[in-house]
Every structure is written in structure tokens, then in C-alpha cells.
């Protein structure tokens, strides 16, 4: 699959986030082509606010493979992810994060700060941008414009 086709699946779990009354942002996390794990932002459910896409898709990761190390996946989100966020793909040694949308407000990659070039980071992921972010964006700004 490509990394558009990865992207829809996150945009699926960014869906099923919304119905849910959560904030729309949905995670995919692969290894050798092969999903390993999903996510999808679920604060509120979970009365956590640490309960992002990423998160909950890396913890599933972890499970899944019995190891939080996960060396040689890829992260799928559809939107940048945050500090928080960014140190746990960090810490998880993720080799990739491939996001849709840009989050000029709280992105980790470039949006807000760009912790890709913290000197304290001794791990790195490969970050890619693109792939579906006019429509990751267009689920976003439609669940804020309700809200208001």
C-alpha cells in the first residue's frame, strides 16, 4: 500500500473520532507493509488527556509486537503531532511519521517548534508531509465550524 492508501485508513480512525464527539485526528502505525496498530483521539472517552491518536496507537503498538521499542514503523497521522506526541514517537524509536496536516499552533515538526532539530534528541524519525492534507485539513475545520 502507499502512503496515501495509510493516510485513508487514518482518516478513517479521524472519522470514527469525530462521531465519537473527539477531536478528528486518526493514527495508523505499519511495519513491513503490514498494519500493526490504530489510534484515534479519545480524551474525552477516556478521561485522559494524554489519549491522542498517536499515543493510543503507539500503546497498541507496544502490545501488539510485546516491545514499546518500535523500530522500523512507519506512524501514519492526520495531523502534525505535538510535543507530547513527538517525544513518544521519539521515545518508541518509530522510523518514520508521514502526517497530513500541518498544525501551526501545536505541531511538533515544523508547525509550531520543530523538535526534529532539538539537540537533546538522540533518536530522529524521518518525518514526510503531503499525502491527503486538504482533506485531513477539511475534517478538521467542518468538526470546529460545528462547534461553534
Same mark, same amino acid.
Given at each position: 500500500?502507499?502512503?496515501?492508501?495509510?493516510?485513508?485508513? !487514518?482518516? %478513517?480512525?479521524?472519522?470514527? !473520532?469525530?462521531?465519537?464527539?473527539?477531536?478528528?485526528?486518526?493514527?495508523?502505525?505499519?511495519?513491513?507493509?503490514?498494519?500493526? $496498530?490504530?489510534?484515534?483521539?479519545?480524551?474525552?472517552?477516556? +478521561?485522559?488527556?494524554?489519549?491522542?491518536?498517536?499515543?493510543? $496507537?503507539?500503546? !497498541?503498538?507496544?502490545?501488539?509486537?510485546?516491545?514499546?521499542?518500535?523500530?522500523? +514503523?512507519?506512524?501514519?497521522?492526520?495531523?502534525?503531532? +505535538?510535543?507530547?506526541?513527538?517525544? $513518544?514517537?521519539?521515545?518508541?524509536?518509530? !522510523?518514520?511519521?508521514?502526517?497530513? %496536516?500541518?498544525?501551526?499552533? %501545536?505541531?511538533?515538526?515544523?508547525?509550531?517548534?520543530?523538535?526534529?532539530?532539538?539537540?537533546?534528541?538522540?533518536?530522529?524519525?524521518?518525518?514526510?508531509?503531503?499525502?491527503?492534507?486538504?482533506? %485531513?485539513?477539511?475534517?478538521?475545520?467542518?468538526?470546529?465550524?460545528?462547534?461553534?
Amino acid at each position: 500500500m502507499s502512503d496515501r492508501d495509510w493516510m485513508q485508513a !487514518a482518516l %478513517a480512525q479521524a472519522r470514527h !473520532a469525530a462521531l465519537e464527539g473527539e477531536v478528528p485526528v486518526g493514527a495508523v502505525l505499519v511495519r513491513d507493509g503490514a498494519l500493526i $496498530a490504530t489510534g484515534r483521539n479519545a480524551p474525552l472517552a477516556h +478521561c485522559d488527556p494524554t489519549a491522542h491518536a498517536e499515543i493510543l $496507537a503507539l500503546r !497498541a503498538a507496544g502490545e501488539a509486537l510485546g516491545n514499546y521499542r518500535l523500530d522500523g +514503523c512507519t506512524l501514519y497521522v492526520t495531523l502534525e503531532p +505535538c510535543p507530547m506526541c513527538f517525544a $513518544a514517537i521519539c521515545h518508541a524509536r518509530v !522510523a518514520r511519521v508521514v502526517y497530513a %496536516a500541518p498544525d501551526p499552533r %501545536a505541531g511538533a515538526c515544523g508547525g509550531a517548534i520543530d523538535l526534529q532539530r532539538a539537540p537533546w534528541h538522540h533518536f530522529q524519525p524521518e518525518i514526510d508531509t503531503g499525502p491527503c492534507e486538504a482533506e %485531513a485539513a477539511e475534517l478538521l475545520q467542518q468538526f470546529f465550524q460545528a462547534r461553534r
